[in-house]
């Protein structure tokens, strides 16, 4: 079965510092992930998707993820951060090869920026 | 142009009561989601449908029922509720629903159980 871990429950930052949200998945073939953001009193927003193209995927707010298959990793990062990503942040997997679309989310990370 | 759409946002009732949680999307999208996010758990799927008159059970579907008689409506039922479920509740939906394919978030109904 499928499955994602996110390290890390809380991560606090400065802002401007390097933000990193570190996701690994467990899966016997190949899948699609996802990085989705919460703001507050707010549904899941869409940040980026990793469908099997390009290993790096650039998402909104100048975020970005790396899929590492050695490594079955799918970290998030942004170069500087800003108050406004203070938010929080769920890693998915995507249910294959039963094509129902399922997502299988990890635990999320909550991310604090401080000024 | 609403998107998809939650009813109510906001809910208290009591231990043994029904209640319904809405759910309309104006897409069309053929596959829709109830989820309930809970600390510690992230979010969790309750039922899914993949077209109307389709349904099927998630990870934790104990104590909820779903229908969807209509595309653009999933409703879920707490046929008698428990302080258990007290949770946010979350609808999403996607099109075809095909691997790989976003899902699209409601804003959420948090729910709580006296």
């Known amino acids: 079965a499928q499955s994602v871990t996110q390290l890390g429950s809380h991560v606090s930052v400065s802002e401007g510092a390097l933000v990193l949200l570190r996701c690994n998945y467990s899966s016997s073939v190949p899948p699609y992930l996802f990085w989705y953001v919460q703001y507050p009193n707010q549904g899941l927003q869409l940040l980026l998707k990793?469908?099997?193209?390009?290993?790096l995927v650039k998402g909104i707010n100048g975020f970005e993820a790396e899929f590492k298959k050695s490594e079955t990793s799918f970290h998030l990062t942004k170069p500087s951060a800003h108050m406004s990503d203070a938010a929080e942040y769920f890693c998915a997997v995507s249910e294959d090869p039963s094509n129902t679309g399922k997502l299988i989310f990890g635990q999320g990370t909550t991310l604090q920026v401080k000024p | 142009d609403a998107g998809i759409t939650q009813s109510p946002r906001y809910k208290i009732t009591e231990t043994g009561r029904q209640v319904t949680l809405m759910c309309h999307q104006t897409w069309s999208h053929s596959y829709m989601f109830w989820y309930r996010q809970d600390l510690g758990h992230g979010l969790r799927l309750i039922y899914y449908?993949?077209?109307?008159?389709?349904?099927d059970k998630g990870e934790v579907p104990d104590g909820y029922v779903v229908s969807r008689s209509k595309t653009e409506n999933f409703p879920l039922t707490l046929e008698s509720a428990t302080r258990s479920q007290t949770s946010v509740y979350f609808c999403?939906?996607?099109?075809?629903?095909?691997?790989?394919?976003?899902?699209?978030f409601g804003p959420g109904t948090r729910l709580l159980v006296l």
């Open positions: 990793y469908t099997s193209a390009a290993t």
């Open positions: 449908s993949a077209a109307a008159d389709i349904t």
């Open positions: 999403a939906s996607s099109d075809p629903g095909r691997v790989g394919e976003t899902q699209y």
